[in-house]
C-alpha cells in the first residue's frame, strides 16, 4: 500500500511524499486468517492501519531527506519498510 502525504492549499499540485508500507487487507485474507493459528497471525499478517503516528513519522523522514512539501515537481519516494 502506498502511503501519499501532501500540501493541500491553493495554487497545488505540490510535491507528494510517497512511501510503501506493508498492510494486508482483512477483507482480503478473510478466509487465510480465519484458518491461520492465532499466535502466527502476527508473524504472516501486517494488520496495522495507517495512524497519525506513522503519517507524522513519514512526514519527519521526508523532511530529512530533503522533501519540501511547498515545491513544485515529481513525488518523493520514501524506501519501503
Known amino acids: 500500500m502506498d ?5 493541500d492549499r491553493p495554487g497545488g499540485p505540490y510535491r507528494q511524499l510517497v512511501a510503501t508500507r506493508r498492510f494486508d487487507d482483512p477483507w482480503l ?3 487465510v486468517l480465519l ?3 492465532p ?3 502476527a508473524e ?7 495512524k497519525p503516528a506513522l503519517v507524522a513519522d513519514l512526514i519527519r523522514a521526508g523532511h530529512a531527506a530533503g522533501w519540501r ?3 513544485k515537481g515529481a513525488a518523493l519516494l520514501l ?3
Open 39 to 41: 499466535e502466527r497471525i
Open 69 to 71: 512539501p511547498e515545491e
Open 44 to 50: 504472516v499478517f501486517q494488520l496495522e492501519p495507517v
Open 79 to 81: 524506501p519501503a519498510e
Open 35 to 37: 484458518g491461520a493459528p
Open 29 to 31: 485474507h478473510y478466509g
Open 3 to 7: 502511503v501519499r502525504v501532501w500540501l
